[in-house]
């Protein structure tokens, strides 16, 4: 458990700076048509913490994504984001709420008519950054990514892990306080998902943002439960002693409603039975 | 297709007219306020002023032809076979130039609008142009509806003056009348009133067309299906307002001016 000590003494200035949680939902529920998508949803996500967002497909996770940027707004409950209620603020005051928030989607969601670097420099070209500027922060956000020389092709001509790496940079490129990813390995094949889980990996331990990430792979889960990235090797490696990240803990939802709530330990040795089912 | 019951008929109904006002009012609205994407408006402006050219000046020169054409037995019949010149200038002015150029535009560019602004909508790229900071309405549809009026009160113009050239040719062909008498009873017949009533009408053309199609587009749900489907509504429900203002509009011109 040495390791995993060794992660906490080097928590981020923003924790240092206050125990406020980033994201807390309080008694969230939305309705589409007739039907209750999240019911009387209720967690908070603390400085530095990465929450994983387990459960069956349509349980209501991308909603959930999605109502923590304001791109929704719940039908009851509401929803602070750095101390700020989201559910009451209007589109514009959102606007600038969402610059301190990175969101990967679901199907990387890159704009196909414009080249990776337009893509990746998006925000950067609306806030009027200098062109040198820009292009200087888009070279290495794609070097974060591994993929300097894909600048200049455009979406159509990546395959789906390369769209999923360049929504990365893009997420990534104004270093945001809070970090959504939406199955960020959703439809890749296992060594491409690896490859996605390990830049998530590096972004966490080398940056500790505070992030939630939508996954319905329980292996994807685990792995960043259970490994932390080495900077001397450049890649990342489980914990000793079957160590455990104490930032990373779980939400699982099942039919629009939390089911669990708590560290990956609570997690595997939960009583519940249709948890251990979901599990194995 | 499936029955619906009235009430949620209606209510689909009053929902979309609800959503389409509130997106052109939005769209108006951010005409008056910063910032303005200036080159998505002339990147438009040549998508579908320039670029709807060709098919504007066919439609008109045809539309001209065939109206000298098909005119030329009545009006002889009444010994007026001279009028031919006035018959086209004011049909093409007054009506077919404004009409025919705005259903070519809805054809071409509110299908457009709406398969381009829907296949954004299905696959996040709105959403994700929101969360990065951008306003999709002040991006993609003001641009749009300042383009689509800007330009089809000029193609209007361009499809009148091919149209009056259309039946010249015509005339003086096919029904050996004189090039100039042509031209200059073609000339006398076009009043302030009758002109003006042919301009006044692309602009609610345009803001018809420009609206109907971003509207579809913006609200398409249901993947690749529902971009086909809101891309055909946007069509026929634009095709079919642009019909019914061109009457309305025609109606107050005449009150305002009178019938001339």
Redesign the interface.
Known sequence: MANSVTLDKTEPATAASSAEPVVVFEDVSIIFDIKPVLEKISFSVMPGETRIILGPAGCGKSVLM?LA?G?LKPDTGSIKVFGQDVTKMS??DL??L??R?G?V???S????SLSVEENVA??LN??KVPEDEAHKRVVESLRFVELEKAISKFPSELSGGMRRRVSIA?ALITKPDLILYDSPTGGLDPITSTTIVELIVKQRDVSHTTSLLITHRLQDAFTLATYQFNTETGHMEKLPHNGIVPSTRFLVLNEGRVVFDGSTEELVHSDDPWLKEYLS | MPFVSPDVFLKQRVAAVQEYSLLTGQAVANIFTSPHYWDDVFTQMDSIGVGSMPIVILTGFFTGCVLALQSASSLEAFGAISMTGSLVALSMVKELGPVLTGLMISGRNASGMASELGS?KV???I?????????PVRKLVTPRLMATVFMLFFLTIVSDAVGIAGGALVSVTMLGLNFSSYFHTSYRSLTYAGVTQGLVKPLFSGFIIATVGCSFGMTTKGGTQGVGRSTTQAVVVSSVFIIIVDFLVSRAMIGIFGNQ
């Open positions: 999605k940027n791109l589109e514009n606007y600038k969402r610059s928030i969101m989607f679901q199907e969601a890159l704009f196909d998006y925000r609306e806030e893009r | 954004m696959t996040e790229q959403d994700a142009m929101r969360a990065l900071g951008t306003d």
